[in-house]
Structures are given as C-alpha cells and as structure tokens.
C-alpha cells in the first residue's frame, strides 16, 4: 500500500533526488528493473507495496527501505549487496564441498579480430633500354597474401608516386626529380598462379576480392604476382636519366 499524501510530502523534502540514480528509482514505488541477465534483477524503490510483476520477474531483491535514491551513502553498498546475491557467478560450475577433492569449471573466452598481410614484395629493376633490339622494358615480383578468415579473401589496391594528369593522381609513372621528364608504366597482377594476368589501369582502385592464403607464410603455394611493364615506345621517347618510382600495394580485409 502507498503511503500516505502527508508522508510522501515529508519524505519528498526530506531527500534530493539525484538524477545520477534516476533511472534506478522512483519516488513513490518499486520498479524492478531486469538486467540482460534474467535471474538478476533488483528491487529499486523508496518505498514497499508493490509486488513484483510475476510475469516480468522471477526474484527481486527487496530494497524497500531504498532511501538511498536520494543521497544516501548506503545505496551503493545496498547495490553492491543485491549484487552479491544476485549476480552471475564467475565459474560455470562451483565444486561441492568434500574430504578429498572439489572441482570448479570457469568459461574462457577469447577473441581473434580480422587481420590481412602482405609479405615477399621485392623491388623491380626493369633493365636498361636497347635501341638496337627495342623491347618493352618488364620486370615482375610474386608476394604472398595472407588472410586469417575461412573465406580467405581480400581486396586490393595499387598506386604510384607519380604526379598524374588532370584528375588522375598517384599515377603509374617513373621520374627522374624533373616532373616534365616522367616515364608511364603499366602494372598488371594475378592472385594465384593458376589465373591469367589482370590489367589494373587505374590507380587506387579497389578490386573485387581475391582469393588468399590460409597459411601465414604462404607454404601453400598460394602466391600472388605482379608485373609492371614500361612500353618500347615510351621508353624510346624518353629524356636520358635514371627512373625509379614507388608502387604502393594495399591489401584489405573483405
């Protein structure tokens, strides 16, 4: 049963309410809030006459006398009470008490995130150009894609460090330190040795996901490989100098 109208009046200017507890308690009832454990639930309130609602709760602990919503010092230690009680034990199971041995079961967990790898990328030297036998200048590096899902795949993306035309950036170029004297080259990859060569003409672009390998270092024979290439007739043009440029491989988990 409530209390009186009187009573409440001197029980509200008897005591503060604090908004730090507010969501606990209310003035004038009990709530029993559930917590995301069912069994563990607690009785909040400044005064008794409510029952639990016995299809909303199965045990409520009785904090009736729960004057502490409103400064008093022994709500935490009435909370931390309730919580002793009520609350879920750490080990799955508790021993019985015996002369010769007891034995108690806690759950483990762990948690291993997505992760990805990119390792056994080695730098290209594509040689010097012959103008008495004019050939394309090539050079080619396999790398290995590791890839801790069950699914074994992931994304990849290329760029350079060149300066680009217009509105392509990172481009596929080799310079020399003068930003007018940049050779363009062509980068193309496969991810494993049983597919053809894909062409990947824009910088930055993310493909479609590629199949990794499962195993850290790659033992799996699971090996990815590029290729970049610098046209003969590009190479014909060029001023006389030393190139050399970045390529940036990204790989990213699906």
């Known amino acids: 049963m409530y209390p009186s109208q009187s009573a409440r009046r001197q029980h509200r200017s008897k005591y503060r309410h604090k908004s730090t507890y507010g969501g606990l308690c209310t003035a004038y009832g009990a709530l029993c809030h559930a917590s995301k454990t069912p069994q563990i639930l607690i009785c909040a309130g400044s005064w008794a006459g409510l029952a639990p ?52 079961t806690a759950t483990i967990n762990a948690k291993i995130p997505p992760m990805v790898m990119i390792t056994g990328l080695n730098d290209m030297d594509l040689g010097e150009y012959n103008p008495a036998s004019p050939s394309d200048l090539e050079g080619a590096t396999t790398f290995c894609v590791y890839r801790n899902a069950r ?6 993306k290329m760029a350079g460090d060149g300066g680009g035309t217009g509105a392509v950036q990172n481009a596929f170029q080799l310079g020399n330190g003068t930003a007018s004297e940049e050779i363009d080259y062509s980068v193309e990859y496969r991810p494993n040795p049983n597919v053809s060569y894909v062409d990947y003409d824009t910088p930055d672009q993310t493909t479609g996901l590629l199949g990794a390998s499962s195993d850290f270092d790659c033992a799996d024979g699971v090996q990815a490989r590029l290729r970049v290439k610098i046209a003969e007739a590009d190479a014909r043009r060029a001023v006389e100098g030393d190139y050399s440029g970045d390529l940036v491989v990204t790989v990213t988990v699906e």
Do not use: N
Not at 70 to 98: C, H, M, N, Q, W
Not at 151 to 156: D, E, F, H, P, V
């Open 53 to 104: 609602h016995p299809k909303r709760i199965t045990s409520c602990i009785d904090l009736t006398k729960l004057e502490t919503c409103y400064e008093s010092k022994r709500f935490s230690k009435l909370l931390l009470a309730a919580a002793i009680i009520s609350g879920p034990v750490v080990a799955a199971t508790d021993g019985e008490l015996s002369t010769t041995d007891s034995v108690g």
């Open 151 to 156: 699914s074994g795949q992931y994304y990849l």
